[in-house]
């Protein structure tokens, strides 16, 4: 059975102290349900996520912690039958008007109890629980901190170069590094910090164009500062944008990336699927390290010494 794989999101806001989410009406279906739609050809589910919320309801959003998956059966194009894979992430709303398109036809913010009763399918439930949930233990507002591993570069065995930190992205470190663009956006990142050797600078300039911000450099998360200095310095970075609290991304490299994550798993709550998962995903990382021009995103609540790491994502480009 063919598989159909869309993304969506759940928009929250505190409204006199209540948390509201914000739910749409589809007049083919007469139902409501959480924003959401097919993902076009080679198209990450975040990106998706993203930017189908913004076409159905015209609101800009930022990827906050992911939410259950779901999936259920439906009727193809052809009228065959096929399973639908939905997933899905807290979002909040950064921008927009707010104008509709003709799939929607209302989008309305209603507090938990009144979601309850208007959502239509009780597999969509599953979000509005976890959100709660989140809301009530305090971890729903979160900031990303993105650990990004440079893409692929000319092999070492092929650069004619003296200098190995001069040495470039090859073709297909330069589409990840282009990938990077609306996968970033989509969280929101707004400061950016790299090694600075050529490789890892380059994978996040295309985002930073983008944005028009300035790449922070680092020469203590380059190989050859790690090789001489040790990690120390490298913790400090790590512990600094703790403090900072701003959607960051951080571009390093595999030797230099076990000791820029590892700080982060005595940072992971204790409680929840979502903590379970976190530790996995860091200790898989700590383990077998990123692939190249993956993107390792830590979602964080809180700041400084009471910054605790709610969910995390891998993410390959």
Request: proline share 5%.
């Amino acid at each position: 059975m063919p598989n159909i794989r869309a993304a969506g999101t759940v928009p929250w806001r505190h409204r006199a102290g209540a948390l509201e989410v914000a739910l749409v009406h589809r007049p083919k279906y007469d139902d409501w349900s959480w924003t959401k739609g097919k993902l076009d050809a080679d198209e990450l589910w975040q990106v998706a996520a993203v930017r189908e919320t913004l076409e159905e309801t015209g609101l800009h959003v930022r990827l906050g912690m992911p939410l259950p998956p779901t999936a259920y059966r439906v009727l193809d194009r052809t009228g065959h039958p096929a399973t639908k894979q939905v997933r899905y992430w807290a979002a909040t709303v950064v921008g927009g008007v707010g104008s509709l398109e003709n799939e929607i036809d209302e989008v309305v913010w209603l507090d938990v109890a009144g979601t309850h009763d208007r959502l239509d399918y009780a597999h969509d439930r599953q979000q509005l629980r976890a959100i709660q949930r989140a809301d009530l233990s305090g971890t729903l507002d979160t900031w990303p901190l993105v650990v990004v591993r440079h893409g692929r570069a000319v092999p070492r065995s092929a650069y004619k170069g003296s200098r190995d930190w001069l040495r470039p992205l090859n073709a297909v470190g330069e589409r990840q590094a282009r990938a990077l663009i609306p996968l970033l956006a989509a969280y929101g990142v707004s400061a950016l910090y790299s090694s600075t050797s050529e490789r890892c600078v380059a994978t996040l300039v295309p985002y930073a164009q983008a944005i028009g911000r300035e790449i922070q450099l680092r020469q203590q998360l380059s190989e050859e500062s790690f090789a001489r200095k040790g990690g120390h310095r490298v913790v400090k970075t790590m512990e600094h944008l703790l403090d900072a609290a701003e959607p960051v991304a951080i571009c390093g490299h595999g030797p230099v990336l076990s000791t820029m994550i590892k700080p982060l798993l005595a940072r992971v709550t204790t409680d929840g699927d979502l903590a379970v998962s976190a530790r996995a995903a860091i200790t898989g990382a700590l383990d077998l390290n990123l692939e190249k021009g993956e993107a390792f995103v830590c979602h964080v609540s809180g700041a400084g010494a009471d910054a605790k790491v709610v969910a995390v994502e891998r993410i390959p480009t």
